[in-house]
């Protein structure tokens, strides 16, 4: 990697063992920035810190669930260990139902909106005091190209997507007078676990090649090079954007 735009900077990606989280935490510290890689499961995290430590980057490990107060809490103290804090990665989210939005069940919805939104805001509020201390701070929340074009069989995940985008154009508003930037990525079909119900048949892979433009699925590595550029100066009179990381799918509201 000869882009080393991130020297200096300490990041935390959530959901980063494994998929787009990963990929979002190794381009960082490729880049040059300190990582805080985290995920529910312990050995998750220990996997992911060796393996990117085996690539001599610069990173540190801790489990966090984002649903939870106290997680969240050792997150930030493992970032002030490590000096601080200066850009923050919201990327997880779950979907425990397909299918459409008015069919889901009520404590599907409540979970989507947990995790999907809440923890998100809930980190981007606990993440501020560190973030004040940075020269330049950074929230990168990931939605999804759902959230802009809902998908039939994720209804309420599509939602909480569309959520965020909201929660980014008013946080961005917020934070901008502190030189706190808000931004958000909002990748299409990107093969992962995740995605695996849409990419791992091949009748699934034709409808949904059929949809987009350049004809592939994205790779995690697509979205962790989009972070890393809006984290980075090059970005730094970017703000309340939702950029689409999508091989071109439609994406409009
Ligand atoms: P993934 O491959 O399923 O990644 C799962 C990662 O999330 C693992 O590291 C997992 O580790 C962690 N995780 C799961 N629940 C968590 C929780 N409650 N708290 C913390 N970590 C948790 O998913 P992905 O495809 O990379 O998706 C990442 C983000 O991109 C999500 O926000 C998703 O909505 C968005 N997105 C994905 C696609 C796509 O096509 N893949 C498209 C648009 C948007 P543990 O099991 O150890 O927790």
Redesign the pocket.
Known sequence: MSLKRLVGRIAIV?????????AIAKRLGQEGAKVIV????QQ??EEAVKLLSQEGLDVTGVP????KTEDRKKLFEVAKQYGGLDILVS????NPVMGEVLDCPEDAWEKIFE??VKSSFLLAQEALPLLRQSKAGRIIF?????GFQPMTLLGAYSVS?TALLGLTKAAAVQLAKENITVNCV?????K????SALTSTQAAQDIALSMIPLNRF?K?DDIGGAVAFIASDDAAYMTGENLVISGGMASRL
């Open positions: 959530t959901a980063s063992t494994d998929g787009i989280g990963f985290s995920s529910r499961k998750n995290v966090c669930h984002v649903a990327n997880a989210a779950v995790v999907n990931i939605s999804s190209i759902a997507k909002a990748p299409g079909v990107i992962t676990k995740f995605s994205g995690p």
